[in-house]
């Protein structure tokens, strides 16, 4: 079998307030068109210093619950050495670390192998940056 790479960058706007936001659709959309049933890698990419990737349950409450921790971990308040943008904005530059900016999953038949509740979500604190791109790769 011959190993195929594919990539896609979506464009997305996450608004003004922080959030997270489900990419598994896209992510199984992109797959659909590039993986041709394979088996591989979909890695997905945020290239911002101010957002991360994470895979997590939506829609019961853990998604908000993620922000809340966030919130606890990193205040939006003046102890932040990096001072530019909205007041706190420099503990949205702390997010990636943990957050990280990137997840690589498997891809088994084309298809997306999550648990059952597991979704594929960009985490965007950064309400001075409503506009964000997320990297879609597939090796298979």
């Known amino acids: 079998m011959t190993e195929t790479f594919a990539t896609h960058l979506l464009s997305v706007t996450t608004g003004r307030t922080e959030t997270v936001m489900d990419l598994t659709a896209d992510c199984a959309e992109f797959l659909t068109r590039t993986a041709h049933g394979r088996d591989g ?12 990737i994470a895979i997590l349950e939506t829609g019961a409450g ?43 999953l498997p891809v088994i038949g084309g298809q997306l192998e999550l648990g059952t509740w ?23």
């Open 62 to 104: 853990s998604d908000d619950d993620l922000l809340t921790a966030l919130e606890t971990l990193l205040p939006a308040d003046d102890r932040w050495r990096h001072r530019h943008g909205s007041p706190g904005h420099g503990r949205d530059h702390v997010l990636p670390a943990l957050v990280p900016p990137h997840a690589t």
């Open 41 to 52: 890698l979909l890695n997905v990419f945020v290239p911002h210093a101010t957002a991360g």
């Open 118 to 140: 597991q979704s594929v979500c960009l985490v965007d604190t950064n309400r001075d940056n409503a506009d964000r791109q997320v990297r879609l790769s597939f090796v298979g």
